[in-house]
């Protein structure tokens, strides 16, 4: 993400921390479009995948957010998201690609259909919580070039995740 817009992203993320503080909001930094998650495998299985993708030579797109979602149980909230307005398509694509990858590797295909999105908060409560309002989003937050594929491993803590890089794939 661009750095003017990751700062109007800070800056919109502490405004919803202080309107809905019973959710642990991303840092901006930590903002992604998760493609796939894998789960604890063996580190030469990370690597199969890796290098099946590189070959495949996946093409790089735009991204542009659009407007917030949620992930519910019931009424209440567990996830706050950011759908794409553009590039939502090219990410079903890539989306598509590193499933078909891991199922290659003898993963278990994912259960739930891909939705293309940028999760902002999660709910402190596991069964999730009433969402106030929240601020309006920016406008005009320009689009961004997705051009790398990144594999993490992430590690969850007290104050959220922690992503350790493993692999990193340009897309062409």
């Known amino acids: 993400m661009p750095e003017a817009q990751r700062k109007e992203m800070e800056r919109y993320l502490a405004a919803c921390s202080a309107a809905a503080p019973e959710f642990r909001w991303t840092p901006a930094e930590n903002l992604h479009l998760t493609v796939r998650f894998i789960g604890s495998i063996e580190p030469s299985v990370v690597d199969a995948i890796a290098d099946h993708l590189d070959e495949l030579e996946l093409q790089a797109f735009d991204l542009e957010p659009g407007e917030l979602g949620t992930f519910k149980r019931g009424r209440l909230v567990r996830v706050v998201w950011l759908q794409l307005r553009a590039g939502a398509e090219q990410a079903r694509e890539l989306a598509a690609s590193v499933e078909a990858e891991c199922v290659r590797a003898g993963l278990e295909p994912e259960a739930r259909p891909f939705q293309p999105h940028l999760t902002l908060a999660r709910a402190r409560a596991r069964d999730g919580v009433a969402l106030p309002p929240l601020p309006s989003l920016p406008t005009g937050l320009p689009t961004w ?28």
């Open 145 to 172: 070039r997705a051009d790398d594929l990144v594999l993490y491993s992430s590690h969850l803590g007290r104050a959220g995740a922690v992503y350790e890089p493993l692999r990193n794939l340009r897309l062409r």
